[in-house]
């Protein structure tokens, strides 16, 4: 079934720590690829997206992600936490063809002193 | 200057009755959507509006009807509310295509008792 995988429900971190979340599809064709960040009590916000072109794609607030075909994967990462970025973060996709967003369920980024 | 505004924030009813929620926008976009997010944090879409014309009707009961006046608002209300709707409603605007930002209200959280 078409899918957009997060294993993590919950990571936690120290802060200054690096992190990596993790999200796998499970898509016929490669959708285009987004990672959205949830602060407590707000709406969503765009961190990255990936269309095509170099598979390291920079984001906003430090964030970077990788696309990796045969992994079918597209893993976000920040190489150290600071305490502000507890939250959810959602991978999404929008698959070939389609206009809509499709989510991920989240991972929870809990930030330990 | 709030970009993707809704009212009202929090919204606490019984069993039955009918509720709306607004959403505009001031970003000048094109696209509005409805999401419903659950309990789990699960976020889906329910509907999409370009220009005023509905073109994501994802599978919703028919309580749930979407109304855009004009391109800066879609508002979204719910006959008969059931428990199950119980959730935190996000309206959403972009550029027209779904492969652009979506920008993300605060989010309205119903509760049905």
């Known amino acids: 079934a078409q899918s957009v995988t997060q294993p993590d429900i919950h990571i936690t971190v120290s802060e200054g720590a690096s992190l990596e979340l993790r999200c796998n599809y499970s898509y016929g064709a490669t959708p285009y690829l987004f990672w959205y960040v949830q602060s407590p009590g707000q709406g969503l916000q765009l961190l990255l997206k990936?269309?095509?072109?170099?598979?390291l794609v920079q984001g906003i607030k430090g964030f970077e992600a990788e696309f990796k075909r045969s992994q079918s994967s597209f893993n976000l990462r920040k190489p150290s936490v600071h305490w502000s970025d507890a939250a959810e973060y959602f991978c999404a996709v929008v698959p070939l063809g389609f206009q809509k967003l499709v989510f991920g369920t989240g991972t929870r980024l809990l930030v330990s002193p | 200057d709030t970009a993707v505004s809704q009212t009202p924030k929090y919204l606490v009813t019984q069993m039955g009755n009918d509720k709306s929620i607004k959403c505009e926008q001031n970003?000048?976009?094109?696209?509005m959507y409805w999401y419903k997010q659950d309990s789990k944090k699960f976020l889906k879409i329910m509907f999409s509006y370009n220009n005023k014309e509905l073109i994501i009707n994802e599978t919703v009961p028919n309580r749930f009807s979407p109304k855009s006046p004009d391109k800066a608002h879609l508002n979204l209300h719910i006959n008969s509310l059931e428990l199950g709707d119980s959730a935190v409603y996000f309206c959403?605007?972009?550029?027209?295509?779904?492969?652009?930002?979506?920008?993300f209200g605060p989010g309205t959280r119903l509760t049905v008792l």
């Open positions: 959403a605007s972009s550029l027209a295509g779904g492969l652009n930002e979506q920008f």
């Open positions: 970003l000048g976009h094109d696209t």
């Open positions: 990936y269309f095509s072109g170099d598979t």
